[in-house]
C-alpha cells in the first residue's frame, strides 16, 4: 500500500534534504522549529492489465457511444496526441500512446477505414524528430503512416491546413488543424502527468494555431490563472473551455481518450531510485549509491552529465485510462491525478524552498537555459497549489539550480534573442508582451526555423515568461541558489551561493525567523493549500 | 632492566596510539549524512521493515544443492577449525543419538553468537550437514550482508521473536517434514548475565506438529568467549553435552513438552558442571538446579554463576616484578 505524501515539520534530528539542483544535487539542512518540507506520496499501484484497460475504456466510453461503433467504411479519422513535452522525464517503452493508439488503429481496421492521419498536437512547441515520434507512438505505427506522410506533426503556421471555426462570446478566435477539423472523428490520446493537462486544453491548444493560442497565452490570463493547475480557478482552462465549446459547435467530434500515471520516476531499484526515499529512510546502499552519482557527476562535463539525465527513462505505471466525452473523461482523470499528487498543507509560508531539477517540458533532449528554470520554478512549481499559493504574498522563493547561460541553439533560437535583447530591456511582463510580442510572434525567420526545423516558436519565450507572471506578481523576492550570477542577474533576481546566504537575504524581505516550507519535487507533488 | 622499561614505554605509546587511531565504523558512524547513516524526524514513524528482509527474507537458495556443497566445504574447512581454535570442545552425550533416525530439534542453552556453529559443528552426521539453524529475524535477517552470511553459513532461517509468525512456523515445519533438523534456542535470545531465560514453546511445538523428537544440549563456556555486548572473541574451554532425546507423548500439550525439555536441558547442564550420577539422583529428587538465576540481585547472581566455573588456577606470574 503506498504511503501519501505529508508534511514534514523539521527538527534537530532531520537529516539534511535533498534538493535537485539541474544536472546534480544537494543536500540542505533546514532550520528546525520553523520549517517544513511537502513530501509527495509513493507511487500509487499500477493497473495490472493496462491493454484490457484500454480496451474497456474504448467500448465502455462515458458519455458517447463506444468507439467501434463510431468507426465507418470510407471515413475520415485523426488522432492527434500529446507530443515531447510529456510525460517527464520520458516514459520507458512502450509509451502510453502507442499502446492506446495501437488498440484504436485495431478497431479502425476492423471497421475498414482507410482515411487515417497520426497527428502530434505539439501547438508552438518544436517539431518532433523521427526517433521521438518511434518512441510516442511505436515503431509499428510510425512505419505504418510516416512514409505515405500521413503521420506528421501539427503546423500551427501553415494558413493551408488551418481552419477558422469561429469566436468565443469573450471574442477569442478558434482555428485549428484543419485535417483534425475537418474529420469524421477526432481520436485524441493524452497523458495528464498534471492537472493542467487534459480536457478541453488537448485540441483547442495543442492543435491550435497562434492566432488562436494568443487569447489564453497571455499575461492577463495566466495572472488570473490560481493557479492553472486548478482548472476551475483558471482563467486559461476557462478560455480553453470556451473555445472547445466553439469547437463542438462547429461539429468537430471529439473522442478524447485521457491516460494518468503514477509518479514512479526514479524506479524502485537501480542507483536513481534514492532520488525518491525520504532521506531518513537511506539505507547504505542509498547513501553509497548517492555519494557515488555525486561524485561522479561533479567529474564529467556540462554535456555528458545531460547526456546521462537526459536518457533517463522513467518506468511510470499507468494508473488509469478514460474515453469518451471530453468533460466527464477529464473529471475522472483530474480526480486519478489528485488522487496521486495532492498533499494537504496548512496555511502559508514566509519563504518557500524549491530544488529545480534537470527537466522542464520544453528541454526534452534539449538544454535547460535561464528562462526555462524561471518558467519552471515561477510557472510549473510555484502553481503546483490549490487554495492559495504555497507562499504568502509579497514573501521569498529560494530555488537552487546551476541556471547556466547556454541555450540550445536549434530547438531555441529565439530565446537566445529574447535573453540578450528582451530582459536586458525590461522583466516586466505586461511591458515585455506591449513592446516586443509581436516583433517575435511575426518574425519571418523563427516562423521558418519553427515550420521546417526543430525550433520552437518565435513568440515561445514569451510565453515562458508569462507562464511565471502570477510568481512575479505575488512574491517579494526571487533568490537562486548555485546559479551563474550573470545569468540569475538577467533574469531579475537575486543570486546567492549556499542556501544558508539565501535564506539570510529572504530575511531582509520576510524579516527574522520566517517560517519555510520546502516543496520537495519530483516525483510530482500538488499542495492544498488551507 | 632498564631495557625492559624501554619496551613497557614503546608498548604503552603503541596502545595510547592505536587507541587514538578511529576505527573504521566509528567514522562512519561519526560521520555526517550522506557519509553516515540519516536521523528520523521526530515527528515520522520509522519505516516499516524492508519485506525482503526480516521474517520475509527468502532462504530457499541455502538449501540448493550448489550452496549445500558451498555450505559442506565452509562448515568443515572454515567453521570447523575456528570453532577448534576458539572453544576447543569437548563433546559428551553423543552415543545417546546413536539410535537417533531422521530429523530431529536440537534445542540448547544460548549464551553467545558462537553457539550456533559450535553446536553445528559439534552435531553427528548424517545431521550435520542436513540441518537448518531457526535464528532471530529481527537480527541475524535485518540487512542483506548478515541474512545472505546467515543463511550460506547456518543455513539459518527467520524466526519472529516478538510476535507468533505463521510464515516462521511453516518454513520450519516443512522443512522438518522433508527431513532437515533444526538447530533451535528456545531462550529466544543471549542470556543477558551468563543465566538461562525461559524457554519459549517454539521447539515443542515443532515437535508435537511434525512428530519429531527433541534433543536437550548444554554447552557450557560459550558465554565467556564472545558474551553478549563483546566484539572480540576470547578463547576458552567449552563443553557440549547433548541429553536424550525426548518424543513427545501423544495427545501432550505443547506447554507440557517445553516444560520437560527445559528440565531437561537443566539436568543435562548440571550434568556438565558436576558428574553423571549426581546430576540423575538431583533430578530423580527434583532438586536439579534451574537454568535460571537462583537470587536476586547483582552481585548475588554474579557470585552465584562463579561458583560453577572450573577455574585453572592461575599460572601467570604469583608476584608482580618490583624491579
Known amino acids: 500500500m503506498p504511503r501519501p505524501g505529508f508534511v514534514l515539520d523539521v527538527d534537530k ?19 528546525a522549529g520553523r520549517s517544513r518540507v511537502i513530501y509527495p506520496g509513493e507511487p500509487l499501484d499500477a493497473l495490472d492489465d493496462v491493454e484490457a484497460e484500454i480496451q474497456d475504456a474504448l467500448l465502455n466510453p462515458l458519455e458517447m457511444d463506444p468507439l467501434p461503433s463510431l468507426l465507418k467504411p470510407g471515413m475520415k479519422l485523426t488522432i492527434a496526441f500529446d507530443d515531447i513535452s510529456l510525460p517527464l522525464p520520458p516514459m520507458k517503452r512502450p509509451d502510453i500512446r502507442q499502446r492506446v493508439i495501437e488498440q484504436v488503429l485495431d478497431m479502425a481496421a476492423a471497421a475498414g477505414v482507410d482515411d487515417v492521419h497520426l497527428i502530434a498536437a505539439l501547438a508552438l512547441h518544436r517539431r518532433m524528430t523521427e526517433s521521438e515520434l ?13 512514409p505515405s506522410g500521413a503521420l506528421y506533426n501539427h503546423d500551427a503556421e501553415d494558413p493551408d491546413n488551418l481552419a477558422f471555426l469561429g469566436t468565443t462570446k469573450h471574442g477569442e478566435e478558434v482555428e485549428i488543424n484543419k485535417r483534425a477539423a475537418e474529420s469524421d472523428l477526432l481520436v485524441y490520446v493524452n497523458i495528464n502527468i498534471v492537472s493542467m493537462d487534459g480536457g478541453h486544453k488537448s485540441t483547442a491548444t495543442g492543435l491550435a494555431s497562434y492566432r488562436s493560442i494568443k487569447h489564453h497565452h497571455n499575461v492577463h490570463t495566466m495572472q ?11 482563467e486559461l482552462h476557462h478560455s480553453n473551455w470556451r473555445m472547445g465549446a466553439v469547437i463542438k459547435d462547429a461539429g468537430v467530434k471529439v473522442f478524447q481518450i485521457e491516460t494518468t500515471i503514477n509518479t514512479d520516476t526514479f524506479g524502485q531499484d537501480g542507483p536513481m531510485s534514492v532520488l525518491a526515499k525520504r532521506e531518513w529512510e537511506w539505507t547504505t546502499r542509498d547513501r553509497v549509491s548517492f555519494i557515488g552519482m555525486q561524485q561522479g557527476l561533479k567529474r564529467l562535463s556540462g554535456s555528458t552529465r545531460r547526456k546521462i539525465f537526459q536518457n533517463h527513462r522513467a518506468p511510470y505505471g499507468v494508473t488509469s485510462v478514460t474515453a469518451g466525452a471530453i468533460e466527464p473523461v477529464h473529471d475522472r482523470t ?44 515561477l510557472g510549473y512549481f510555484f502553481n503546483m497549489y490549490r487554495g492559495k499559493p504555497l507562499v504568502r504574498e509579497g514573501g521569498v522563493l529560494i530555488m537552487t539550480h546551476p541556471t547556466p547561460w547556454e541555450f540550445h541553439p536549434v530547438h531555441h533560437p529565439s530565446y537566445i534573442d529574447f535573453f540578450e535583447q528582451v530582459l536586458a530591456d525590461s522583466t516586466d511582463p505586461k511591458v515585455i508582451e506591449e513592446k516586443w510580442e509581436k516583433q517575435f510572434a511575426e518574425d519571418e525567420w523563427y516562423r521558418h526555423l519553427y515550420r521546417t526545423s526543430y525550433a520552437y516558436h518565435g513568440v515561445h519565450p514569451f510565453y515562458m515568461w508569462y507562464w511565471g507572471s502570477h510568481a512575479l506578481q505575488h512574491l517579494g523576492r526571487v533568490i537562486i541558489v548555485g546559479g551563474d550570477d550573470r545569468a540569475v542577474k538577467r533574469l531579475g533576481f537575486k543570486s546567492a551561493s549556499t542556501l544558508q546566504d539565501a535564506l539570510e537575504m529572504a530575511e531582509d524581505v520576510v524579516g527574522p525567523d520566517a517560517t519555510i516550507t520546502h516543496y520537495k519535487n519530483p516525483p510530482l507533488v500538488m499542495a492544498d493549500v488551507k | 632492566m632498564a631495557e625492559r622499561k624501554g619496551l613497557e614505554k614503546v608498548a604503552s605509546l603503541y596502545q595510547d596510539a592505536y587507541r ?17 547513516p540519516p536521523t528520523t524526524p521526530l515527528t515520522v514513524e520509522p519505516k516499516p521493515e524492508d519485506p525482503k528482509l526480516g521474517a520475509h527474507y527468502d532462504t530457499d537458495w541455502a538449501r540448493r544443492m550448489p550452496t549445500r556443497y558451498g555450505r559442506y566445504l565452509l562448515t568443515e574447512g572454515v567453521l570447523r577449525p575456528i570453532i577448534a581454535g576458539l572453544a576447543q ?49 529481527d537480527y541475524f535477517f535485518d540487512n542483506r550482508v548478515k541474512a545472505t552470511a546467515s543463511a550460506l553459513f547456518l543455513n539459518a532461517i527467520p524466526i519472529e521473536r516478538t510476535k507468533v509468525g505463521r510464515r516462521s512456523a511453516d518454513q520450519a515445519a516443512e522443512l522438518l517434514d522433508s527431513g532437515w533438523s533444526m538447530v533451535i534456542f528456545p531462550e529466544g535470545g543471549r542470556s543477558p548475565d551468563g543465566w538461562g531465560q525461559p524457554f519459549r514453546g517454539g521447539a515443542a511445538y515443532l515437535a508435537i506438529r511434525c512428530g519429531v523428537p527433541i534433543v536437550p544440549v548444554h554447552m557450557a563456556g560459550t558465554g565467556r568467549i564472545l558474551p553478549k555486548g563483546k566484539n572480540k572473541p576470547k578463547p576458552q574451554r567449552t563443553v557440549v553435552t547433548f541429553g536424550k ?28 558442571t558436576t558428574d553423571w550420577y549426581t546430576a540423575r539422583r538431583r533430578a530423580a529428587a527434583g532438586e536439579t538446579p534451574s537454568l535460571g538465576a537462583p537470587t536476586e540481585g547483582a552481585w548475588r547472581k554474579a557470585w552465584a554463576l562463579s561458583a560453577q566455573r572450573k577455574r585453572p588456577r592461575s599460572t601467570g606470574k604469583p608476584w608482580p616484578d618490583l624491579g
Open chain 1, 134 to 146: 518511434r518512441e510516442a507512438v511505436g515503431d509499428r505505427v510510425y512505419d505504418a503512416f510516416a
Open chain 2, 245 to 272: 532425546p525426548i518424543l513427545p507423548a501423544e495427545g501432550e500439550r505443547s506447554q507440557a513438552l517445553n516444560d520437560r525439555l527445559e528440565k531437561a536441558v537443566a539436568a543435562v547442564a548440571d550434568e556438565a
Open chain 1, 224 to 234: 488570473h490563472s490560481k493557479s492553472f493547475m486548478d482548472r476551475h480557478n483558471s
Open chain 1, 334 to 377: 483530474l480526480q486519478h491525478c489528485f488522487d496521486q499528487h495532492i498533499v494537504e498543507v496548512e496555511g502559508q509560508t514566509d519563504i518557500l524552498t524549491m530544488g529545480l531539477p534537470y527537466i522542464c517540458p520544453y528541454n526534452v533532449n534539449s538544454v535547460m537555459n535561464p528562462i526555462l528554470v524561471m518558467c519552471l520554478g
Open chain 1, 13 to 31: 534530528s532531520t537529516p539534511p534534504i535533498l534538493f535537485h539542483h539541474g544536472e546534480g544535487f544537494r543536500l540542505e539542512k533546514l532550520p
Open chain 2, 20 to 36: 587514538k587511531v578511529p576505527r573504521p565504523a566509528d567514522l562512519v558512524r561519526r560521520a555526517s549524512f550522506p557519509y553516515g
Open chain 2, 89 to 137: 570442545p569437548e563433546r559428551r552425550g553423543l552415543d545417546r543419538l546413536a539410535d537417533l533416525e531422521g530429523p530431529a530439534i536440537f534445542a540448547a542453552n544460548h549464551h553467545s553468537h558462537l553457539d550456533a556453529g559450535l553446536l553445528i559443528t559439534s552435531l553427528p552426521e548424517p545431521h550435520r550437514h542436513q540441518v537448518f539453524a531457526a535464528a532471530a529475524a
